[in-house]
Every structure is written in C-alpha cells, then in structure tokens.
C-alpha cells in the first residue's frame, strides 16, 4: 500500500474550523501552503480527502487519468429528491450518464444548436439593453446585480425553453428559488463530513433544498405542460431549443427520457 501524502492534524484543523466553514477554498490554499504545496491529505469526521493544488498533478489527474478519477463523492444536498440518480455531473459512468453525454454533445450544446439560437440571446441582451436606457431617461438607480441576474436567467432560459423563466415564476420568486439553490449547493455542509448525521439534517439544508426544488420543478412542470400542448396543435413549428429536443427524444423512446429526467436534466 502506497503511503498517503501528509496533511494537517486534527488539532489545526479545529483551530482554523470558523474561518474553514466561512471560507473553505481560501482555508485550505493557506494550510496547504504549510502542510503540502502540491498533493494534502485531509481527515474531516469520517471523509478522507485529497487536495490537488499543483496544475501539472491537477492535469495528470483530470486529463491523463481521467476514467480512474471520472467517478466523484456526492455531497448530501444533491440526493435531493434523488437528483444525484439523474444528475449528469454526479452520476457515475452508466448507460444513463453516456445518454445524458450524448444528448449534450450531439444535440443541446452543438455549434448548430447554439447558431440557432443565437437571435434568441442577441434579443434578451437587447432587453437588458433596453431596460438600462430606460432608466437613465428616467434618472432611476439601478440594481446592477438584480439586472445582471435576470439576464443571466433568461439568456439560459430562452436556450432551454424559448422563453422567460422570470416571467414564469409567479410573485417574483425566481430570484429567490435559483440564488438560494445555488447558496445551498455550495454551502459547507456537517453531514458530509459526519454522514450518520444525514437523518437529523442538523443545518436544515436538506430540508430546504427540497423546499426549494419543489418550487422550481414546478415552475418547470407549468413551462413542459404548456409545450406539449402546443406541440399538440396542427401547425406548430417547433423552436429546435433543449425542451423540444428532449421532448422529441422522449416521444421516440420513454425509456430513455421521461419527465422526471427532463426535469432533472434542465435543473
């Protein structure tokens, strides 16, 4: 057995245990600074962990070994109503997973699709275009980050679904239900560090996690149901976007995809 690299004590790791939980990229850069400039090993509770810090490690790890490593732990949140299960970043490497890959690369995001698509982007940077000149003409403050967020989301939206996503959100919710999905995604969680503590979900992260992706998979329902009923109608002209494809493939074969994937695989 091959000796494991050396890593900080248990000791230093409680002394910098706040400053860890407030900021774990910028912790871990520090300590490994001291204990091991290229590969550390990490001990949390019961999770083992290596640190790459050195580009040409990182490369012959992601790159020239990348099937060995291809497979990654799956932190709590994302078993959120099962996601890890149809989640293409998190999935292991399956007949699933090579759909998804496939899917991805041959339809979604080809050169073709994206030049299709491009007017589409080309209009909703125009909105936003528009929305700053009518505030300067009314001399309004602006809420940059507001702004730039509702653009971001529609940008990808009228990829996926040829229209708004804000606008689908009812009470204005959709700034709320993405950026806190994204908080909950990255936030440093005790129960991957001491998984017999999963059942009592002792941060109340599970717990709003599916809060949060209940709202947003039916805010995906209501935008699905409302393309099969157009697409049920003698002269629709599909718009080529994600949610067709996926739909296309799902009439072709439900095996392969059925709502619950698509959900899954837009979220």
């Known amino acids: 057995m091959l000796p494991l690299p050396p890593g900080p004590s248990l000791f230093t790791m409680l002394a910098n245990l706040f400053e860890f939980i407030r900021k774990p990229q910028q912790t871990l850069a520090k300590i490994a600074k001291l204990y091991a400039p290229d590969i550390m090993l990490l001990k949390l509770g019961q999770s083992t962990t290596v640190i790459?810090?050195?580009p040409n490690?990182?490369?012959?790890?992601l790159q020239t070994n990348d099937l060995l490593f291809s497979d990654r732990t799956v932190p709590s949140i994302v078993t959120s109503?099962?996601?890890h299960n149809y989640s293409l970043p998190f999935l292991p490497i399956c007949p699933l997973w090579r759909d998804f890959r496939r899917i991805c690369n041959d339809q979604l995001f080809a050169n073709k699709t994206l030049d299709a698509s491009q007017g589409l982007r080309r209009k909703k940077l125009q909105d936003l275009l528009n929305d700053m000149r009518k505030y300067g003409l009314t001399g309004q403050a602006v809420d940059v980050g507001h702004a730039a967020f509702r653009a971001c989301i529609n940008f990808l939206s009228y990829t996926f679904v040829s229209e708004d996503f804000v606008d689908s959100v009812e009470?204005?919710?959709?700034?709320?239900?993405?950026?806190t999905l994204l908080k909950l995604t990255g936030a440093t969680n005790v129960v991957d560090i001491f998984p017999f503590l999963k059942v009592f979900d002792p941060q109340g992260l599970h717990r709003h996690t599916i809060d949060y992706l209940t709202k947003f998979?039916?805010?995906?329902?209501k935008l699905i149901d409302k393309r099969l009923k157009l697409r049920e109608e003698q002269d629709y002209v599909t718009n080529n976007d994600m949610l067709d494809t996926l739909l296309d493939i799902s009439q072709e074969d439900s095996q392969k995809m059925d709502r619950r994937k698509i959900r899954h695989f837009l979220l």
């Open 52 to 54: 790459i810090s050195s």
């Open 57 to 61: 490690i990182a490369k012959e790890i």
């Open 217 to 221: 998979f039916h805010s995906l329902d």
């Open 171 to 179: 009470n204005g919710e959709y700034k709320d239900i993405v950026s």
């Open 81 to 83: 109503l099962d996601h």
